[in-house]
């Protein structure tokens, strides 16, 4: 953690506490707490083995949810060192931010929020704040991971208002029009310069996408530029390396410095001040933004719509479509636990009831075990 936190960070004296009261930690902050139980959620083991853009099966190389994780602790940690913010908030919040997310990446949310449409509906986001509130069990004393306030609520970083009217005290900053703290706003755009930088470099190792496509990209095509004019003989692997390194390096640059004169016109006291301010005050330079918008539009139309990632998608949606249909229409189907869940919801809450139980075990599936459970199910031939 920073030895000096800037007024308006995030800290153990002005954190809002845990769910459920517990002694404070001995030998660390909350936030490093936070973090800690966080990597000894099962969780967090899954996306080991859930889909970042290529199916795991695809390639040992390819990113994965847990590695893009990691990949945004780390540039989080930078940025929120830089401005003076808690380095420990922000790296617990990258770790979690992605908890909730279902096999197959974003064609299998899609799949699952089809099927929960009537049911209300099913998105990550907000799935990943039920995983540490509710459905990791770890504790003798209460469900979930009992997380502070200040991560819980860097993870929760979209929700509807009916939703939010649903999650108490965690979802009143989308009522009342609020921000969360800094740390959480960054980590935001921390996950968002991951996410484009590394998914130019896996479409590249894939071929999906290629060099010369991406020169008429802003973003790519000035470090491009810059690291054959240093180095012309060298590979393209090596080149691609070189590039997207300099992206990280650009965009964490210009959000660092963008930021510090936001907060010195904002001139927030505590964080209190920067919650009340109206607008997040962690943001990209406007050219900086622009190029963002085009990179994504770029990895948008040739990269995740390329008909090799359609074909996946494909599969993906027919297997989630499948698995939910299958096991809302005989629970006994499941697993004895996630089973006796199931039902005890339904007599609860009804079709809603066992509809949720269903998607929560089909989210926290990794790809191949929902592949594995799809032919167990579906194919005759199929061990049991």
């Known amino acids: 953690m920073t030895t000096h936190l ?49 199916v795991n099966h695809e390639g040992d190389l390819y990113r994965t949810r847990l590695t893009h994780s990691v990949e945004v602790a780390q540039i989080a940690r930078t940025i929120a060192r830089a401005l003076d913010l808690n380095e420990d908030l922000t790296e617990a919040i990258a770790l979690a931010h992605d908890l909730g997310h279902t096999p197959f990446g974003h064609a299998g949310q899609d799949a699952l929020n089809e099927k929960m449409r009537e049911y209300g509906g099913f998105e990550h986001n907000l799935q990943s704040l039920r995983v540490v509130d509710e459905l990791e069990e770890r504790y003798a004393e209460f469900q979930g991971i009992n997380l502070t306030f200040e991560c819980r609520e860097g993870i929760l970083k979209h ?16 009522i009342d029009n609020t921000q969360p703290s800094l740390e ?16 130019v470099d896996d479409g590249l190792r894939s071929g999906l996408i290629n060099l010369n496509q991406l ?6 095509a000035e470090p491009y530029q ?38 010195q016109l904002a001139r927030p006291d505590n964080i209190e001040d920067v919650r009340k301010a109206g607008k997040s005050l962690v943001v990209f330079s406007d050219e900086m933004h622009q190029k963002n918008i085009d990179l994504k539009r770029f990895l948008h139309k040739n990269l995740y719509r390329h008909y090799r990632v359609h074909r996946m998608s494909s599969k993906a949606i027919t297997i989630i479509h499948k698995l939910f249909d299958t096991f809302m229409h005989d629970t006994r189907l499941l697993p004895p636990d996630a089973g006796n869940r199931a039902r005890a919801l339904e007599s609860e809450q009804g079709a809603s009831g066992k509809a949720r139980a269903v998607a929560d075990y089909i989210a926290g599936m990794t790809d191949r075990y929902a592949i594995r459970e799809y032919r167990r199910l579906l194919d005759p031939l199929e061990p049991t």
């Open 226 to 263: 810059e690291v054959i004019s240093l180095y012309p003989q060298l590979n393209e692997r090596r080149t691609t390396y070189e590039v997207v390194r300099r992206i990280i390096n650009m965009q964490v640059s210009d959000l660092i410095n963008s930021t510090n004169k936001l907060l």
């Open 215 to 220: 020169k008429d990209v802003a973003l790519f």
């Open 184 to 199: 959480a706003q960054l980590t935001n755009l921390a996950d968002a310069i991951a996410y484009n930088s590394h998914d």
């Open 6 to 54: 800037a007024s308006y960070a995030a800290s153990d004296a002005t954190s809002r506490g845990r769910r459920f009261h517990e002694p404070a930690p001995g030998h660390r902050t909350e936030f490093q707490r936070d973090r800690d139980r966080i990597i000894h959620s099962a969780a967090f083991r899954r996306l080991e083995y859930k889909t970042q853009v290529f």
């Open 159 to 174: 929700c509807s208002i009916p939703n939010a009217r649903e999650l108490g005290d965690i979802g009143h900053r989308f």
